[in-house]
C-alpha cells in the first residue's frame, strides 16, 4: 500500500467522522424542542457507517481471502426515535390536557458522549495524514 493510498483512507474516516460531528450538533441544538402531542418534533439522527465499497480489491501477499480496504463511508442518517418521547410539563402552553408535551427524547449526556468519540476519530485520521505528508517529505528531502 502506498502512503496515497492511507491518505485517501484516512480522508473517508475524517469525512464520516464530521457527518458524525454535524449530526451530534443538530441533536444538541435541538434537544430542548418542544411539540404538541401528535405534532411534528426533531428526530434525533445516528449516523451509520460502513466500509467503503472497494473498485476493485487490492490483493494482498501471502493472504488467501483478504483484500485492503477503501476506507468507509456514511451508509445512511437515521431516526431511531421518530415519534418523539412524551414529557410532562405541565405549565407549557403546548401541553395536552394531562400535561405532556412531545421532545425528541435526545440524552445530552449520550451526544456529549459521542462528541467525544468523534472528536478522537476525527484527530486520529489527521494524525494519519500529517504523518503520511512527513513521509513524503522526507522522502523528497532524500531524493532532492
Known sequence: MSLFGSIDIAGTGVNAQQTWLDTI????????DTAAVGQPIYQQQEVLVQPAAAASPVPVPNATSYALGTGVQ????????PKGQLAYQPTSTLANAQGYVNTPGISLAAQLGNMVSAQF????NVAVINHAKAAYEAVLGIVG
Do not use: C
Open 74 to 81: 456514511v451508509d445512511a442518517i437515521v431516526t431511531p426515535n
Open 121 to 124: 476519530g476525527y484527530q486520529a
Open 25 to 32: 450538533a443538530s441533536n444538541v441544538a435541538n434537544a430542548n
